[in-house]
């Protein structure tokens, strides 16, 4: 059933405190000492796996959904590397300012703990693979944003990329603009959302639907061809841990596979 390791305590000096981290490792990690595996980085590390000390309501269950795939023969075994948010997520989670929600970014600083101190630890302490095309960053809602943020401009370290109910609307639609700019490497682009869903925590309407689709044909627009990108749009898809839960086998089987 593989193996859920929790790092507590792990220091992040780019934001100046220190995070949970957890570290999933497949069956087949301890019985192929010589192989060397993929990894997969997520964010809102408690919200990731089935395991006892995840958080207490529903979670994706990436772990058992990544043992049906590899059983399934979809995919091979990857390392699923989940970080834990904080109280401060919104701004550690925005790459820049949302002036209608009141965050001012600290998102770079996160995308430099990832890159610059736990993306090395990883590679260090475990055999993986450590190329672009062999790692991947996932996420929902404003995590969703952040994974589209790493690979944007990091895409000599991740190089697949999963966002499930991407905040793309965030900071006025600021990410249509600067994907523009991005400079083309070997990718693999996984979007979803609810048909209708949207949400409103702060006085105004986010239309994640609408806005997913709408940044799917952007990346089309810019010359992305269907075996880079896909979008599943969900008829009754909410904006909550059960959609994410149920969407998460077609983003990991077709981004992963």
């Known amino acids: 059933m593989g193996h859920v390791h929790i790092i507590r305590d792990f220091a992040s000096p780019q934001e100046g405190h220190s995070r949970t981290v957890r570290i999933y490792t497949p069956d087949a990690y301890d019985f192929a000492p010589d192989h060397r595996f993929p990894v997969l980085y997520m964010h809102d590390g408690q919200n990731v796996f089935a395991h006892s000390e995840s958080a207490i309501y529903d979670t994706w269950r990436a772990n058992d959904t990544m043992e049906y795939l590899v059983a399934e023969g979809r995919t091979e075994p990857w390392l699923i590397v989940a970080v834990d948010s904080t109280y401060n997520r919104l701004a550690e989670y925005s790459p820049w300012d949302e002036p209608r929600s009141h965050v001012h970014a600290q998102g770079d600083a996160y995308v430099r703990f990832i890159t610059d101190t736990l993306k ?117 898809g909410h904006h909550d841990e059960k959609a994410w839960q149920r969407r998460l086998p077609l983003a990991m089987n077709w981004l992963l596979g």
Do not use: C, N, Q
């Not at 260090?124 to 790692?135: D, I, K, L």
């Not at 991947?136 to 990091?154: F, N, P, Q």
């Not at 965030?170 to 990718?187: L, P, V």
């Open 120 to 236: 090395p630890y990883v590679d260090s302490v475990y055999r993986t693979r450590t190329g672009a095309e062999w790692t991947a960053v996932m996420g929902s809602s404003l995590g969703g944003l952040m994974s589209l943020y790493l690979g944007w401009r990091h895409p000599e370290l991740f190089g697949r990329i999963g966002g499930l109910s991407p905040s793309v609307m965030w900071g006025w639609d600021r990410f249509f603009s600067e994907w523009s700019r991005h400079t083309r490497h070997w990718s693999r682009i996984y979007l979803d959302a609810g048909l209708h869903e949207t949400v409103d925590p702060v006085g105004y309407v986010m239309r994640y639907g609408e806005a997913t689709r709408d940044f799917y044909h952007h990346l089309k627009g810019l010359g992305y061809g269907d075996h880079e990108l896909a979008l599943v749009l969900e008829p009754g």
